[in-house]
């Protein structure tokens, strides 16, 4: 497997999979994830899920070309019906909205019940599965956050369990990461200088309005005085 083809973030991903996993990729693409970790442990076995046409002819095609065949099975379905009755215990959902991996797991819910593991990097709106993680029975146990490409990614890894150990001050948390909140690493800092920016410019424009909503704007300045407050005290290290 030429790990060339593998991006930084799903090098990340894949540092969270045990030895010996058994992981479904949903989302597969061309199955450069499973081909990786199955390349790398002759002991793992992985579902390549795909809903669409090309990328599940692509991923078929690339499992054969490594000979991967007797380690991953290629699957066409949405979401997490690609899981039926093989016995996977690891789901790794990358490279989509958070909006869309929260739907993906609450449609399969009744997947998740022997699922010791989820990865998830959600490309925006990763609140939304980290409220989902503490609402069913899965607790954030880490996550990252790294720049690639000029974009910034979040990597959320959660354990079924209790959904809401580990939070100190629950809505906060689940907006900015109670793991990231704790390093506030360079990435972390340029996300959320930009966040704060985009709520400074939606003010500004919603104040042109003929009809100004002066409670949202005020839910807004909220919003950019809660980052503020976290990046002053990015140089603290502390869980706020």
């Not at 065949?69 to 958070?98: D, F």
């Not at 954030?140 to 910034?152: F, M, N, R, T």
């Amino acid at each position: 497997m030429n790990e060339k083809l593998l991006s930084n973030r799903l090098h990340m991903v894949a540092r969270y999979l045990p030895a010996k996993a058994y992981f479904a990729d949903i989302g597969s693409d061309h199955a450069y994830l499973p081909c990786y970790v199955c390349s790398i442990d002759p002991t793992a076995f992985a579902i390549a899920g795909e809903i669409n046409e090309g990328p599940f002819q692509s991923a078929k095609n690339q499992v054969k070309a490594l000979n991967l065949t007797s380690q991953i099975e290629v699957v066409k379905g949405n979401g997490l019906e690609v899981i039926g009755n093989y016995p996977v215990r690891q789901i790794v959902i990358a490279g989509m909205g958070g909006g869309l991996i929260r739907s993906i797991l609450d449609s399969g819910k009744d997947k998740l019940s022997k699922i010791e593991r989820i990865i998830a990097q959600p490309n925006v709106d990763a609140h939304l599965v980290r409220e989902w993680f503490s609402t069913h029975h899965f607790q954030l146990v880490s996550e990252q956050i790294v720049k690639e490409d000029g974009h910034i990614y979040e990597i959320l890894i959660a354990d079924n369990g209790d959904g809401l150990i580990g939070y100190q001050d629950l809505g906060k948390e689940l907006l900015f990461g109670p793991h990231l909140l704790r390093e506030k690493n360079e990435a972390f800092i340029e996300k959320w200088e930009s966040e704060k920016n985009k709520r400074l410019r939606v003010i500004e424009q919603m104040k042109q309005a003929r009809n100004i909503n002066f409670e949202k704007i005020a839910s807004f300045k909220q919003e950019v005085k809660e980052i503020e407050e976290v990046i002053e005290g990015a140089g603290d290290n502390t869980c706020p």
